[in-house]
């Protein structure tokens, strides 16, 4: 039967150590992947954020086409009434219209990518802090082992102590 000297210990405390640091390398990847997913989500609002600006400056564009439309008919001796004026600037609205949501659509997908990506990061950090609850348990159950296999080396055969009768 082994002692417990001071490596019976030492393997033990080396054990949970070892146990240890996989748990917390697992609490330090889902950190990370939650920290990754809130920068991520940061992203998808700046992405709307931008798309929403550059619409409007699609339409600021747009009035100014149709000003400028207005101004060369004016002084061209068309009226702002004429049919041609008229159905220019009706194609010109058209245009402008499916110009900002072109651009509010791609703001928008690009920001569901960016939350799609948060959200991976976010499964990807818990599957690691998981798969570290494991990888811990299975080291305590190799520690534990080796230590049982040391103790007893045949498991079969009753200790001499008596515990079992005479």
Not at 36 to 43: D, H, S
Not at 65 to 86: F, H, P
Not at 107 to 120: L, N, S
Not at 138 to 153: E, H, Q, R, Y
């Amino acid at each position: 039967m082994a002692d417990f000297g001071l490596s019976t210990i030492l393997a033990l405390a080396g054990t949970a150590a070892s146990a240890a640091g996989t748990l917390a390398a697992g609490a330090a990847s889902k950190s990370a992947g939650d920290f990754q997913a809130a920068q991520l989500e940061q992203q998808a609002k700046e992405e709307k954020a931008a798309a929403q600006r550059e619409a409007e400056r699609a339409t600021k564009e747009k009035n100014f086409v149709l000003s400028r439309q207005q101004a060369v008919a004016g002084a061209s001796g068309l009226g702002a009434l004429d049919e041609t004026v008229q159905s220019l600037a009706g194609d010109i609205i058209t245009q402008g219209e499916v110009n900002k949501g072109m651009i509010l659509y791609g703001g928008e997908e690009r920001a569901k990518g960016r939350r799609a990506q948060a959200a991976a990061a976010r499964m990807e950090g818990k599957a690691a802090q998981t798969g570290s609850y494991f990888g811990a348990a299975g080291t305590l159950m190799d520690g534990v082992g080796s230590f049982a296999k040391d103790w007893n080396p045949d498991p079969y055969v009753a200790p001499e102590n008596l515990i079992y009768g005479p």
